[in-house]
T-cell receptor, first 111, second 114 residues
């Protein structure tokens, strides 16, 4: 089946720093989605990407759909304490609504 | 407000006592899904539904049942819970955009089976 490798697994950064995380898949995806999960809560959709090469922003967040359609990255600029949480990438193949999830990147922001 | 609701949010029960976790969405989505989340294993799909009365197994369906009698509701049923079903459960409602899909998750139900 499809596999997603998400890295890094965890990161500690100073408030104000930029952050980058990425996902690679073993197969081509039609859609890449990035979610954030706060402790004890459900994942919240941050950004959805539909086209290879697409670059999309949501406030301080920017994500890109890789040209090969097998990877995506998420950048967070000027991190703040409320950025703390676990970030998941997810994707699905053409015509499929079933998502494959990465294992998550746990972000800690040091004030 | 568009949302997915789950009840209860927290549940502690004993082995063998049937329980139901409800899920409801107000976005008129046809597709819905149930996941469980466990440390080190990430999110795993239990069951999904493509429409009313249409359901199918996900990756980890053993020990679970679902029903979809109306579009907005998709309850998860544990007929005889066991301790290995202790987990964090999420319902998701799925928005279809042509051939693209976006999943929206409920707040989660933390289940403990003793």
């Amino acid at each position: 089946g499809q596999q997603l490798n998400q890295s890094p697994q965890s990161m500690f950064i100073q408030e104000g720093e930029d952050v980058s995380m990425n996902c690679t898949s073993s197969s081509i995806f039609n859609t890449w989605l990035w979610y954030k999960q706060d402790p004890g809560e459900g994942p919240v959709l941050l950004i959805a990407l539909y086209k290879a090469g697409e670059l999309t922003s949501n406030g301080r967040l920017t994500a890109q759909f890789g040209i090969t359609r097998k990877d995506s990255f998420l950048n967070i600029s000027a991190s703040i304490p409320s950025d703390v949480g676990i970030y998941f990438c997810a994707g699905n193949g053409a015509g499929s609504y079933q998502l494959t999830f990465g294992k998550g990147t746990k972000l800690s922001v040091i004030p | 407000e568009a949302q997915v609701t789950q009840n209860p949010r927290y549940l502690i029960t004993v082995t063998g006592k049937k329980l139901t976790v409800t899920c409801s969405q107000n976005m008129n989505h046809e597709y819905m899904s149930w996941y469980r989340q466990d440390p080190g294993l990430g999110l795993r799909q239990i069951y999904y539904s493509m429409n009313v009365e249409v359901t199918d197994k996900g990756d980890v369906p053993e020990g679970y049942k679902v029903s979809r009698k109306e579009k907005r509701n998709f309850p998860l049923i544990l007929e005889s819970p066991s301790p290995n079903q202790t987990s964090l459960y999420f319902c998701a409602s799925i928005k279809r955009l042509d051939t693209y899909y976006e999943q929206y998750f409920g707040p989660g139900t933390r289940l403990t089976v003793t």
